[in-house]
Protein backbone atom coordinates (compact mmCIF):
# COMPACT_ATOMS: atom_id res chain seq x y z
CA UNK A 1 0.00 0.00 0.00
CA UNK A 2 1.37 3.46 -0.79
CA UNK A 3 1.61 6.11 1.64
CA UNK A 4 0.71 9.90 2.06
CA UNK A 5 2.44 11.58 -0.58
CA UNK A 6 4.17 15.00 -0.10
CA UNK A 7 5.57 17.47 -2.37
CA UNK A 8 7.71 19.79 -2.80
CA UNK A 9 10.56 18.04 -0.24
CA UNK A 10 11.83 21.58 0.36
CA UNK A 11 11.04 24.81 -0.45
CA UNK A 12 12.89 28.24 -0.02
CA UNK A 13 11.31 31.13 -0.37
CA UNK A 14 11.51 35.07 0.67
CA UNK A 15 8.93 36.53 2.68
CA UNK A 16 6.10 38.15 1.40
CA UNK A 17 6.35 35.52 -1.28
CA UNK A 18 2.90 32.83 -1.55
CA UNK A 19 3.97 28.86 -1.32
CA UNK A 20 1.86 25.75 -1.82
CA UNK A 21 2.40 22.43 -0.73
CA UNK A 22 0.64 19.34 -1.68
CA UNK A 23 -0.82 16.17 -0.74
CA UNK A 24 -2.02 12.50 -1.69
CA UNK A 25 -3.47 10.76 1.42
CA UNK A 26 -3.51 6.75 1.21
CA UNK A 27 -6.17 5.76 -1.19
CA UNK A 28 -9.73 5.42 0.41
CA UNK A 29 -8.88 7.76 3.63
CA UNK A 30 -11.53 9.57 4.12
CA UNK A 31 -9.84 12.35 6.87
CA UNK A 32 -7.02 14.21 5.80
CA UNK A 33 -4.86 16.61 8.24
CA UNK A 34 -2.45 19.08 7.80
CA UNK A 35 -0.11 19.95 10.69
CA UNK A 36 2.59 22.15 10.85
CA UNK A 37 5.69 21.35 12.78
CA UNK A 38 8.15 23.90 14.21
CA UNK A 39 11.93 23.02 15.04
CA UNK A 40 12.13 22.01 18.21
CA UNK A 41 8.28 21.48 18.91
CA UNK A 42 5.48 18.63 17.80
CA UNK A 43 2.97 18.94 14.82
CA UNK A 44 0.05 21.69 15.81
CA UNK A 45 -2.77 20.76 13.51
CA UNK A 46 -3.87 23.34 11.38
CA UNK A 47 -6.38 22.07 9.25
CA UNK A 48 -8.77 18.85 9.43
CA UNK A 49 -10.87 17.68 6.41
CA UNK A 50 -13.47 14.83 5.90
CA UNK A 51 -13.96 13.77 2.60
CA UNK A 52 -14.01 17.65 1.10
CA UNK A 53 -15.16 19.35 3.90
CA UNK A 54 -13.61 21.14 6.85
CA UNK A 55 -14.03 19.68 10.15
CA UNK A 56 -11.55 21.53 12.21
CA UNK A 57 -9.78 24.57 10.99
CA UNK A 58 -9.30 26.55 14.27
CA UNK A 59 -5.74 27.37 14.48
CA UNK A 60 -5.14 28.25 10.63
CA UNK A 61 -4.11 31.36 10.56
CA UNK A 62 -6.72 32.17 8.01
CA UNK A 63 -5.63 35.79 6.97
CA UNK A 64 -2.53 33.74 4.81
CA UNK A 65 -3.08 30.25 5.19
CA UNK A 66 -5.91 28.37 3.17
CA UNK A 67 -6.21 24.87 2.44
CA UNK A 68 -8.37 23.03 -0.02
CA UNK A 69 -9.38 19.84 -0.84
CA UNK A 70 -11.47 19.12 -3.74
CA UNK A 71 -12.79 16.21 -4.74
CA UNK A 72 -11.74 14.68 -1.61
CA UNK A 73 -8.98 13.29 -2.68
CA UNK A 74 -5.65 14.84 -2.57
CA UNK A 75 -5.02 18.81 -1.12
CA UNK A 76 -3.12 21.55 -0.88
CA UNK A 77 -1.71 24.00 1.09
CA UNK A 78 -1.54 27.43 0.91
CA UNK A 79 0.64 30.22 2.30
CA UNK A 80 0.43 33.86 1.08
CA UNK A 81 2.54 36.24 2.29
CA UNK A 82 4.84 34.10 4.09
CA UNK A 83 6.53 35.16 6.68
CA UNK A 84 9.40 34.50 8.62
CA UNK A 85 7.69 32.25 11.78
CA UNK A 86 6.09 30.36 8.71
CA UNK A 87 9.50 28.66 8.48
CA UNK A 88 8.65 24.92 9.41
CA UNK A 89 8.14 21.33 8.18
CA UNK A 90 4.77 20.88 6.92
CA UNK A 91 3.23 17.10 7.76
CA UNK A 92 0.15 16.03 6.29
CA UNK A 93 -1.65 13.11 7.23
CA UNK A 94 -4.32 10.57 6.56
CA UNK A 95 -7.24 8.17 8.20
CA UNK A 96 -10.04 5.98 7.29
CA UNK A 97 -13.12 6.78 8.07
CA UNK A 98 -15.22 5.42 11.10
CA UNK A 99 -14.71 6.05 14.82
CA UNK A 100 -11.82 3.98 15.02
CA UNK A 101 -9.48 6.78 13.50
CA UNK A 102 -6.77 6.63 16.38
CA UNK A 103 -3.90 5.93 13.22
CA UNK A 104 -2.81 8.65 11.81
CA UNK A 105 -0.07 7.97 8.68
CA UNK A 106 1.76 10.59 8.39
CA UNK A 107 4.20 11.66 5.11
CA UNK A 108 7.41 12.59 4.86
CA UNK A 109 6.70 16.12 5.37
CA UNK A 110 7.55 19.56 3.33
CA UNK A 111 10.39 21.75 4.97
CA UNK A 112 9.67 25.48 4.29
CA UNK A 113 12.32 27.66 4.79
CA UNK A 114 11.58 31.49 4.39
CA UNK A 115 14.77 33.93 4.22
CA UNK B 1 -7.80 21.34 28.28
CA UNK B 2 -5.86 17.97 27.14
CA UNK B 3 -2.30 18.23 27.25
CA UNK B 4 0.78 16.17 27.33
CA UNK B 5 4.81 17.33 29.12
CA UNK B 6 7.62 15.19 28.36
CA UNK B 7 10.08 15.45 30.57
CA UNK B 8 13.01 15.13 28.63
CA UNK B 9 13.85 16.79 25.99
CA UNK B 10 16.83 14.35 25.18
CA UNK B 11 17.66 10.34 26.37
CA UNK B 12 21.20 9.34 25.88
CA UNK B 13 21.37 5.45 26.37
CA UNK B 14 23.57 2.81 25.25
CA UNK B 15 22.88 -0.19 22.92
CA UNK B 16 20.85 -3.36 24.96
CA UNK B 17 20.30 -1.09 28.03
CA UNK B 18 16.96 0.01 29.12
CA UNK B 19 14.86 2.93 27.96
CA UNK B 20 12.62 4.91 29.50
CA UNK B 21 11.00 8.03 28.07
CA UNK B 22 8.45 9.93 30.27
CA UNK B 23 5.03 11.18 29.47
CA UNK B 24 2.93 13.20 31.89
CA UNK B 25 -0.67 14.02 30.69
CA UNK B 26 -3.44 16.21 31.94
CA UNK B 27 -7.43 15.61 31.06
CA UNK B 28 -10.41 16.51 32.35
CA UNK B 29 -11.64 12.95 31.57
CA UNK B 30 -10.49 9.35 30.89
CA UNK B 31 -7.61 10.18 27.85
CA UNK B 32 -6.70 8.35 24.54
CA UNK B 33 -3.14 8.53 24.48
CA UNK B 34 -0.33 7.29 21.93
CA UNK B 35 3.14 7.09 21.36
CA UNK B 36 4.47 8.29 18.07
CA UNK B 37 8.10 7.82 16.74
CA UNK B 38 9.97 9.80 13.74
CA UNK B 39 12.92 8.75 12.12
CA UNK B 40 15.02 11.31 10.09
CA UNK B 41 13.78 11.90 7.19
CA UNK B 42 10.69 10.18 7.55
CA UNK B 43 7.14 9.99 8.29
CA UNK B 44 5.81 9.96 12.11
CA UNK B 45 5.13 6.21 12.58
CA UNK B 46 2.56 4.84 15.79
CA UNK B 47 4.06 3.20 18.36
CA UNK B 48 0.96 2.16 20.30
CA UNK B 49 -2.13 3.30 21.57
CA UNK B 50 -4.05 3.75 25.18
CA UNK B 51 -8.03 4.18 24.96
CA UNK B 52 -9.51 2.57 28.32
CA UNK B 53 -8.69 -0.52 28.08
CA UNK B 54 -6.09 -2.57 29.36
CA UNK B 55 -3.30 -0.08 31.15
CA UNK B 56 -0.12 -1.92 29.70
CA UNK B 57 -0.07 -1.42 26.30
CA UNK B 58 2.37 -3.20 23.83
CA UNK B 59 3.74 -1.48 20.76
CA UNK B 60 5.81 -2.07 17.51
CA UNK B 61 9.15 -3.15 17.97
CA UNK B 62 9.40 -4.09 22.08
CA UNK B 63 7.91 -1.18 22.76
CA UNK B 64 5.34 -0.73 25.83
CA UNK B 65 3.92 1.65 27.76
CA UNK B 66 1.77 1.64 31.27
CA UNK B 67 -0.98 4.06 31.65
CA UNK B 68 -1.13 5.31 35.53
CA UNK B 69 -4.27 7.49 36.34
CA UNK B 70 -2.75 7.94 40.10
CA UNK B 71 0.14 9.69 38.47
CA UNK B 72 -1.17 10.93 35.55
CA UNK B 73 1.73 9.62 33.28
CA UNK B 74 1.98 7.29 30.19
CA UNK B 75 5.69 6.40 29.99
CA UNK B 76 7.22 4.70 27.13
CA UNK B 77 9.87 2.00 27.62
CA UNK B 78 12.01 -0.74 25.90
CA UNK B 79 14.38 -3.52 28.13
CA UNK B 80 16.69 -3.06 25.58
CA UNK B 81 17.56 -0.56 23.27
CA UNK B 82 18.56 -1.09 19.39
CA UNK B 83 20.73 1.68 17.33
CA UNK B 84 17.58 1.46 14.98
CA UNK B 85 15.43 2.83 17.63
CA UNK B 86 17.65 6.33 17.76
CA UNK B 87 14.76 8.66 16.74
CA UNK B 88 12.51 11.38 18.34
CA UNK B 89 9.64 10.44 20.34
CA UNK B 90 6.26 12.27 20.52
CA UNK B 91 3.70 11.59 23.39
CA UNK B 92 0.02 12.36 22.28
CA UNK B 93 -3.43 13.30 23.59
CA UNK B 94 -6.63 13.15 21.91
CA UNK B 95 -8.15 16.14 22.65
CA UNK B 96 -11.81 16.73 23.05
CA UNK B 97 -14.54 15.64 20.30
CA UNK B 98 -16.83 18.05 19.13
CA UNK B 99 -18.95 18.22 16.13
CA UNK B 100 -19.50 14.56 15.81
CA UNK B 101 -15.83 13.97 14.65
CA UNK B 102 -12.70 12.53 17.35
CA UNK B 103 -11.13 15.53 18.58
CA UNK B 104 -7.65 15.95 17.07
CA UNK B 105 -4.04 15.40 18.67
CA UNK B 106 -2.30 17.29 20.70
CA UNK B 107 1.45 16.11 20.40
CA UNK B 108 4.28 17.05 23.34
CA UNK B 109 7.44 18.63 22.38
CA UNK B 110 9.61 15.67 22.25
CA UNK B 111 12.04 13.16 23.01
CA UNK B 112 15.33 12.92 21.68
CA UNK B 113 17.14 9.80 22.03
CA UNK B 114 20.48 8.48 21.11
CA UNK B 115 21.41 5.40 21.38
CA UNK B 116 25.70 4.77 22.10
CA UNK B 117 27.06 1.66 20.72
Known amino acids: EAGVAQSPRYKIIEKRQSVAFWCNPISGHATLYWYQQILGQGPKLLIQ????????DSQLPKDRFSAERLKGVDSTLKIQPAKLEDSAVYLC?????????????FGPGTRLTVL | AQSVTQLDSHVSVSEGTPVLLRCNYSSSYSPSLFWYVQHPNKGLQLLLKYTSAATLVKGINGFEAEFKKSETSFHLTKPSAHMSDAAEYFCVVRGVSYGGSQGNLIFGKGTKLSVKP
Open chain 1, 49 to 56: FQNNGVVD
Open chain 1, 93 to 105: ASSPAGRDTDTQY
